[in-house]
């Protein structure tokens, strides 16, 4: 009996990307010549969608604006054994895909990432390079483990992966929902490095530094809070707790030598805090257990997939 190939699938969200499309298309098809290579246009006000569709790519469009609006359309229309996931801006290195692909078969994988490494500074600019390292960090202290380029756009997935990820975000914290899907489930990943180049000519980055970073600290605390409810509840139930004992210890000393409380106001405050401590902590142990039984349905789905391979 033949052993069927894995069909690959290149999937390139776009938004007036006219200057480097042609040229990406081209780039991946000469590295996954067997590969179907998607297009998904997001809106575009040039001739992004003309000019993917004359390069030969299957062309399709999205018309919720923003890049996890993309992904999920991709992730749902599309099927395939493999998914290689790149930016349309011809930054990426097509050529190190059939390397990725490679080793996600060999390793049974469900992600490969393509770390980024650019000699080029106008590539990979201060401000989203200190959102990366801020976000690697708070992932790191959360799960104990992950990626060195958490925001990279360059990866590959099984297709146990792709189909069981439920896909929540709107714009460009999507690679950060997708790296704690991969860091939740404990799925077997890996990273490899990549070569990461500055835009062509007529292509310029739809990442704004301030915009873009105030939503990276954004969805650090969302994570925090959605991920590891107990410590962020707890966080606050202890903080309402220390206020609570500091403004109540005068008041004990008082009261131990009088056996008066002059300070009623005071009184009350303490106590309305240590309440609001209460309650804080059990809002946290609620919702972590809310938490793990998501966790619970979510690997499930994961595991009616079977493992990728190579034949």
């Known amino acids: 009996m033949t052993e069927r190939s894995p069909r690959i699938a290149v999937l390139l969200p776009c938004y007036n990307e006219a200057a480097a499309i042609a040229q990406t298309i081209a780039d991946f098809r000469a590295a996954l010549p067997e590969a179907a290579i998607h297009v998904y246009d997001n809106n575009s006000s040039d001739a992004t969608c003309e000019i993917a569709a004359a390069a030969g790519a299957i062309v399709r469009s999205e018309r919720m604006q923003g890049k996890g609006n993309v992904v999920r359309r991709m992730f749902a229309d599309v099927d395939a054994d493999i998914y290689v996931m790149a930016d349309g801006d011809a930054t990426y290195e097509a050529a190190a895909a059939p390397a990725l692909v490679s080793k996600l078969l060999d390793e049974n994988l469900d992600m490969v990432v393509g770390a980024r490494k650019s000699e080029v500074e106008a590539a990979y600019r201060r401000g989203h390079r200190l959102g990366n390292a801020l976000l690697t960090g708070m992932l790191a202290r959360i799960f104990g483990r992950t990626f060195t380029d958490i925001l990279s756009g360059y990866r590959v997935f099984s297709r146990r992966f792709v189909k069981s990820f439920p896909v929540l975000s709107a714009g460009f914290e999507i690679e950060t929902e997708i790296s704690v899907h991969a860091l939740e489930l404990r799925m077997p990943v890996a990273e490899q490095v990549t070569a990461y180049a500055a835009r062509p000519d007529g292509s310029e980055s739809k990442l704004n530094t301030w915009r873009d970073g105030f939503r990276i600290l954004n969805t650090i605390l969302l994570l925090f809070r959605y991920e590891r409810p107990l410590q962020f ?54 919702l972590d257990t809310v938490v793990r039984g998501r966790l619970e349905v979510r690997r499930i789905a994961y595991l009616a997939y079977p493992a990728p391979s190579g034949g």
Do not use: D, K
Request: aromatic fraction near 10%; glycine fraction near 10%; charged fraction near 0%.
């Open 233 to 286: 509840f707890g966080a606050i139930a202890a903080t309402f707790a220390i206020m609570a004992i500091i403004l109540a210890i005068p008041l004990f000393i008082t009261f131990l030598q009088t056996g008066l409380v002059p300070r009623f106001p005071t009184a009350i405050l303490a106590t309305g805090l240590m309440i609001l401590s209460a309650l804080n902590g059990m809002c946290g142990l609620i």
